[in-house]
């Protein structure tokens, strides 16, 4: 296991960007994939982004061209630069990690941050 701590989460209006990151410790960091969900009030958690362990990104189709996962492995961090934010964005954000390979599925993670709220006024 590995532990993850997210920062980065505030208030925005729509069109505003904010960059979240997630810190990850206690095992090596560069074979672990990671991934971003999100969950609103009253909604599951979903799925937004992945990022494999060579780069390989993958996300939702409501966030392409507005979102961008990235790693940097030589600072254990995840991140996620999220552009042209909406109001439809407000969610708690949580960062996984899941060795080897991500998948959509949270079942599968098995290693999360505490979340960090993102909140998109209109």
């Known amino acids: 296991q590995v532990q993850l701590v997210e920062s980065g989460g505030g208030l925005v209006q729509a069109g505003d960007s904010l960059r979240l990151a997630c810190a990850v410790s206690?095992?090596?960091?560069?074979?672990?994939?990671m991934a971003w969900f999100r969950q609103a009030p009253g909604k599951e958690r979903e799925f937004v982004t992945s990022?494999?362990?060579?780069?390989?990104?993958l996300y939702i189709d409501s966030v392409k061209g507005r979102f961008t996962i990235s790693r940097d492995n030589a600072k254990n961090t995840v991140y996620l630069q999220m552009n042209s934010l909406k109001p439809e964005d407000t969610a708690v954000y949580y960062c996984?990690?899941?060795?080897?390979?991500?998948?959509?599925?949270?079942?599968?993670?098995?290693?999360w941050g505490q979340g960090t709220q993102v909140t998109v006024s209109s």
């Open positions: 996984a990690a899941r060795l080897w390979v991500a998948t959509r599925d949270s079942r599968d993670f098995g290693s």
């Open positions: 206690g095992r090596t960091f560069n074979n672990y994939a």
């Open positions: 990022v494999s362990r060579s780069g390989t990104s």
